[in-house]
C-alpha cells in the first residue's frame, strides 16, 4: 500500500495533517468529491432523471463494484442512504412474532440495539445477549446453548464494534447459525473497506455497511447483501421502494 500516493489523492491532507477519525466518517479522495461536483453540476443543467439515464452504465457499477468487494454477486446487493438504514430493511424483512427470539452480543452497535428494543416493546420479542470470553471474543459455546434453549429467530453480531479494537469472530457464529439453520446478520459497518470481508467464508444472510467510513466514499451511502437463500425465499422489506 503506498502511503505517500494515497495521501496525494486527498485533498484535506495536503497541509500534511493526520485525520484520526476513519472510524466516524474519512476524509474523501479527489476523485469522490470531483464525480460528486461534476454529477450535481449535470443536474443543475439537465435535471435528475435525465442526468441518471445518462449515467445509467456507471451507476449500475455499484453494483458490480460492492459484489467484488465481498464476494458475492451483483444481484445480492441493494444500495441504502446508510448501514443504519440497510440493518432496519434486513430485520424489517423478517416476520417476526410475540416471544421470538434475537440473540446478539453486549458489543453490538447502538443504532442496533435501539432497533432490537424497539422491535420488543411494538411486537414482545425477546433480546437475549451471548457472554463473551476472557478476552472479550463472543463465547461460541455460550452461543450455541443459547441457540439450543431459545431457537432463535434471529442471531445479529456487530463484526468490529464502534468504540473498541474487538473484531468479533463471524465466520465462527455463521458455522453456527449454519448448522441449526438460523437467520444470520452482520453489521460489517466498521470492517468492510478496512480489512477483507468476505460474505461466503461469513456465512451470513444479511450484511450491511456504510460508505463513509473506510471505503471513503460519501455520506449518505451504504448497501445491504441479501444471500441467495433469502431471496429464493422472496424475503422483502416492510415497506418496498
Known amino acids: 500500500m503506498n502511503v505517500a500516493k494515497i495521501r496525494e489523492d486527498i485533498r484535506g491532507l495536503s497541509d500534511g495533517k493526520i485525520f484520526m477519525n476513519n472510524a466516524g466518517s474519512s476524509l ?29 452504465e456507471l451507476l449500475e457499477e455499484f453494483y458490480d463494484e460492492t459484489a467484488k468487494l465481498i464476494n458475492c454477486k451483483p444481484s445480492n446487493i441493494a444500495f441504502a442512504t446508510s448501514a443504519t438504514e440497510a440493518f432496519a430493511k434486513a430485520l424489517s424483512s423478517i416476520v417476526f412474532k410475540e416471544n421470538d427470539v434475537i440473540i446478539t452480543t453486549v458489543d453490538d452497535y447502538i443504532s442496533n440495539q435501539i432497533t432490537f428494543i424497539s422491535l420488543q416493546k411494538k411486537l414482545n420479542i425477546k433480546i437475549i445477549r451471548t457472554r463473551n470470553l476472557s478476552d472479550n471474543e463472543i463465547d461460541l459455546e455460550d452461543l450455541e446453548n443459547l441457540i439450543r434453549k ?15 479494537g474487538l473484531i468479533q469472530n463471524v465466520e465462527g ?69
Not at 41 to 54: D, L
Not at 150 to 164: C, D, M, R, W
Open 150 to 164: 431459545y431457537s432463535p429467530k434471529l442471531v445479529a453480531v456487530t463484526h468490529i464494534p464502534t468504540n473498541s
Open 173 to 241: 457464529v455463521g458455522k453456527i447459525c449454519k448448522r441449526y439453520d438460523i437467520l444470520y446478520l452482520v453489521d460489517a459497518c466498521q470492517s468492510v473497506g478496512q480489512m477483507i470481508v468476505d460474505v461466503n467464508k461469513i456465512g451470513c444472510d444479511f450484511l450491511t455497511a456504510t460508505g463513509r467510513k473506510f471505503l471513503r466514499g460519501p455520506r449518505g451511502t451504504g448497501f445491504l447483501y441479501i444471500s441467495d437463500k433469502i431471496l429464493e425465499q422472496d424475503y422483502a422489506p416492510l415497506l418496498l421502494d
Open 28 to 56: 474523501m479522495p479527489s476523485i469522490v468529491v470531483d464525480s460528486m461536483i461534476d454529477y450535481l453540476k449535470q443536474e443543475e443543467q439537465f435535471g435528475g432523471y435525465e442526468v441518471a439515464n445518462r449515467n445509467a
